[in-house]
């Protein structure tokens, strides 16, 4: 017996389906329709209310908290970006030989299979009044008083922010340039094109896919964290999602759905944007 | 292409390299600070200087005086990883296989699977956190947090697999068949054997995502915590170097993981290089 082609792949598939369906797909809709349920303390009260959309957009902390996320997010991204690209740049055009390019490579990779929590909270010890850089910077002479802005501060968030996710630059720029066909380069330089011109005018363009999918990355994880807030602003700084994370102890589940609903719907504007500039797609599908 | 290895290289190279070096140390030198720090004295704080060396803090982990239950949101972290490892690298090798051929929905598989991977963690567990409420069933670390974990882990291995399937040449499934391999034979000695190295990525993938996350297991782990959850505890509780400790123990389990899974791919392709070599010479010989 001969099953269709189309049968097998739909069987292939329907196991993953199935799971992103019933813990992604469903859970989602129950949040948009909570985001217009009403609550009592502990209670879900299920009817058909604006209250939660109208008190946020009414708050002027609304505004601050994004304002505060989209700060965060600017800088994380001109950091991680100019990193990234320095990095993937590095290994893909100075490093000659295979083994050297994937070591070093790897090295990068590493710590993403680590665990986030711990990278983040082994910037305490370092950062602190008494920690590593103060230590170190008032040994050498350089400041007679320990730097109090660098840890639970947004500098500290900050750092944190680029030790994380730096990498979700590396890797996708890394891709891209990799595929650069080097005749194209040997052209520019052998038309008489300078280092800079070669790297603003050859490699930067076809690493735009690369830069696009990076950038992704770095605006969801930055603008879906709420822990990282939490700890390294020492409770200072607040961004949508860290607020979210309080009401959601606080058990305010129609509220916390109304705010989620808002940042997904302005992330996805964002991450549209970026997706008409360029074709992310083919990229990830090769 | 590249250069030969004689070539002089230029300045760039240096001064990139030294900036790769500086990124290098940004990586790893808070890990590792903490890490020494972890050998803390009994007496010894949160920052340097050392006040003696021990296995103080490590005992104090197991003996669980100001810390939680470690040893048993250990051990469901670990069955936890492999359960979502497992199921991690079927269902992606299945949809990866799917995904060769067109299928009605394929695109709206793919992007819902985009969608659950930039997803924030913590509105994912809000929406199955309210799922289980309204069925008023418990979430439980081996249900509801294995199925969001699944929703992170499934994307990721389903772009590995598109990578890996990419490069993946045809011919050698048409020479299967060519010979007289059935479906399933060509399937399990043809395609999944020359897929393997990219399979054992996908299991890294699934195996240290699970393992270390903690927004998608916030409001969905139940009553027991899971490791992640754990130290996230610690970290707002314990104000003593156990914290480290618990940092260095999940970080040697997670470097233990990677190197297995490098060290196994390494091997197979060192393996493969040696066969495909003595392919050449008998061939050339004769």
Known sequence: MKINQQTVSWLQVAPLTLVLVVFFGVPMLLVGAVSFFDYQRWHIVPTFILDNYVELFQSGLTLRLYLTAIKYVVIVWAVTLAIGFTVAYFLVFHVRTLTWQIGLFLICTVPFWTSNIIRM?????????????????????????????????????????????????????FNSMARIDRGVMEAAYDAGASRWRVISEVVLPLSKTGIALGTIFVITLVMGDFFVVKIMSGGQSATVVSALSTEISSLQYPPAAASAVVLVVIVALMVSAILRLVDVRRELTG | MRGTANERRPWTFYALAAFFVLFVLFLYGPMIVIYVLSFQGPNGGLTFPLNGVSLHWFHALIAQERTGDIAGAFRRSIGLAAMVTIFTVVFSVMAGLAFRRRFAGASMVFYMAIASLIMPGLFVSLGIGLVFQSLNMQPTWYGSA????????????????FAVLGRFNRAYEEAASDLGASNWQRLLYVTLPIVLPGIIGVALFGFTLSYDEFPRTVLTAGSTNTLPLEIWAMTTNVTSPALFAVGTVTTVISFIVIAVALTSIALIQRRRARRAGKANESTTVS
Not at chain 1, 129 to 144: P, T
Not at chain 2, 146 to 161: D, E, F, N, R, V
């Open chain 1, 121 to 173: 909270i082994s910037w305490i010890p370092f950062l602190g009044r008494h920690g590593v850089f103060n230590d170190g910077l008032m040994r050498l002479g350089i400041i007679h008083q320990p730097l109090s802005f660098l840890l639970f501060s947004d500098f500290a968030v900050i750092v944190a922010y680029v030790h994380l996710n730096t990498l979700f630059m590396i890797v996708p720029i």
């Open chain 2, 146 to 161: 294995l199925g969001a974990q699944l929703t992170w882990t499934l994307p990721y291995g389903l772009l590995i697999m």
